[in-house]
C-alpha cells in the first residue's frame, strides 16, 4: 500500500511554555520519561543527537520484546517547528503495521501567525 | 526497508481508500442488491463498478452469490472491525502518551528548582 502522501493529524494543547514542550520531544531524559507506559516496569532508553540530520533512537521496553523507534531530525527550529523521521518496524508487536518515514510533529504556536 | 507481507489490514486500507468503493459500500449495508443494480447511480462502465466490486470482494468486505446469469452482493462487516481496532490502538496509545507529556510538564512546573532542559 503506498501512504507516503498520507497525513495524519493530531491537535493537542499545552497549557506549559512552548520552550518546555518543544524540548520535552528533543531531550532524550524527558522523552524517555513522559513516554513511559506506567505498566512497562523496565521503562524507556532514549538517546538522542538533537541537530538536524542527527539521528534519535527510543526503546520502550515492553514486556514481551523491546519496541525500537529510530530516526533523524529534519527540521529543527525551536521552538515552532520539529519535524522528524520515525521508524518503528515493531511497535505493537502485531506484524502488521510499520512506519515508514513518518513525519512528525509539525506543531503551531498559536500566538506566532507564522508558525 | 524490507516489505511486510500484504494483510488483511493492508487490503482493507486500500479497498476503503476510494470514494466508488466506499460508496458502493455504503449501498451494500443498507442491503443486498444485484450487481446492475449496485452500478447504476455511477457514471462508469459495468465493467469498471465491477473491477471496484472485485477489490471489495478480495478484501472480504463484499460476498456474493451467483444464481445463474444473476450476481448478488451482499456487505460483510467483519473487515472493517478490524480496521477500527487498529486505528483505535494507535489513537488511544498516543493520546495517553501526550497525556504522560502534560503530566511530564506539570510535574517540571511544579519543581521551582529543576533542572532545565539544555537547550539544543
Known amino acids: ?13 499545552y497549557d506549559y511554555p512552548i520552550e518546555d514542550v518543544f524540548d520535552a520531544w528533543l531531550d532524550p531524559t524527558s522523552l524517555a520519561d513522559w513516554m513511559r507506559v506506567p505498566s512497562w516496569e523496565k521503562g524507556v532508553t ?33 521552538p515552532h517547528r520539529l519535524v522528524f523521521y520515525m521508524d518503528a518496524p515493531r511497535f505493537v508487536g502485531r506484524g502488521q503495521c510499520r512506519h515508514d518515514r513518518t513525519l512528525g510533529p509539525r506543531w503551531r504556536d498559536p500566538s506566532d501567525p507564522h508558525s | 526497508m524490507p516489505s511486510l507481507p500484504e494483510s488483511s489490514l493492508d487490503k482493507t486500507l486500500v479497498a476503503l481508500a476510494d470514494p466508488t468503493r466506499r460508496a458502493i459500500l455504503a449501498r451494500l449495508a443498507e442491503g443486498n442488491a444485484r450487481m446492475t443494480e449496485v452500478a447504476a447511480p455511477f457514471d462508469m462502465s459495468l465493467n469498471a463498478v465491477s473491477k471496484h466490486v472485485r477489490l471489495l470482494e478480495r478484501a472480504g468486505l463484499i460476498q456474493r452469490e451467483v444464481l445463474g446469469r444473476e450476481h448478488r452482493l451482499s456487505f460483510v462487516g467483519d473487515p472493517l472491525l478490524e480496521a477500527g481496532d487498529w486505528i483505535d ?20 512546573a511544579s519543581e521551582p528548582n529543576s533542572k532545565k532542559v539544555p537547550k539544543s
Open chain 2, 89 to 108: 490502538f494507535y489513537r488511544r496509545f498516543w493520546k495517553k502518551r501526550l497525556a504522560g507529556l502534560d503530566a511530564f510538564l506539570r510535574r517540571r
Open chain 1, 46 to 78: 532514549a538517546e538522542s543527537q538533537p541537530e538536524v540530520g542527527g539521528s534519535y533512537r527510543l526503546v520502550m521496553h515492553k514486556p514481551d520484546g523491546d519496541v525500537v523507534h529510530t530516526g533523524t531530525y529534519l527540521e529543527i527550529e525551536r
Open chain 1, 1 to 13: 500500500m503506498n501512504v507516503a502522501n498520507r497525513q495524519a493529524c493530531a491537535e493537542q494543547h
